[in-house]
């Protein structure tokens, strides 16, 4: 790809190649089989949740919809990063075409923000069925979904999109060895001649305000209602609103945690070994697609009996 004087188009490669695992090469193979194991998991439970719920008359209900679109998000992750990791594992397919790469960036981040704020959302669902049960009929609606639906996305599309346009108008002078195992926007930026000081800044700052603000509001909405479960009388109410709400709140802070952890060892990175974040990386696009279905659904007593009616159906 060669580069015009007026900058539109600054790039002298068409293609990248994604190094995984630079100092610990051995790792490839000892790890595809439980990363396989987890996508395959990832993909049916997903799979089985969204056809449960779109078959299931009982379950067209606001905070199954939630959970579609959940289970939607999770699906398109994987399918964006998982499969290409396990081919350069397997057959040594580490090339990526330029437009490619920041096509799976700009889907990583999108649909990682579009996560975060369904989390949120589902947050606030469960916050007004256990602090205001008797108003939820009135304020989670089908309508309501439709709007927190169209939120999710025109914030998430919207505040995403500078991030690909700021690293595809970098000049890379031929240098092509990404040392990821996907098209993480630091790691592509980090092969430009230019100053990517502003792909810094607007990756921190747009990271931290729309993770920082639904991990806060998250928060809040669980604090809110762990104060409302405690002051329930009725026996076995706390225990099992605990139980739903503790199982959600411990998940939506392991896929917080572990972000955490991925930008820690990248301001660490002379501490830590660089495969760190990479495997970090990787496996924060699958442990929590594999963990939600199950988590949020088959935990939940509907769904485990919608399950249970369609496989009766099908024999």
Known sequence: MTSH????????????????FV????????FSLPLSLLFFLAMGANGVLLITIWLEASLHEPMYYLLSILSLLDIVLCLTVIPKVLAIFWF??????????FLQMYIM???????????????????????????????????FVVKAAIFILARNVISTVPIPILSSRLHYCGRKVIENCICANMSVSRLSCNDVTINRLYQFAGGWTLLGSDLILIFLSYTLILRAVLSLKAEGAVAKALSTCGSHFILILFFSTILLVFVLTHVVKKKVSPDVPVLLNVLHHV?????????????TQEIKQGIQRLLKKGW
Request: charge should be negative.
């Open 5 to 20: 004087q007026n900058g539109t188009i600054s790039s002298e490669v068409s293609d990248f190649l994604l190094n995984c």
């Open 23 to 30: 100092r610990s090469h051995t790792w490839q193979l000892s």
């Open 92 to 101: 040594e397919l580490k090339s990526i075409s330029f437009y490619a790469c």
């Open 109 to 143: 981040n999108c649909f990682l923000a579009m996560e975060s704020c369904t989390f949120m959302v589902m947050a606030y669902d469960r916050y007004v069925a256990i602090c205001h049960p008797l108003r939820y009929p009135s304020i989670i609606t089908d309508q």
């Open 287 to 299: 442990i929590p697609a594999a963990l939600n279905p199950i988590v949020y659904g088959v935990r």
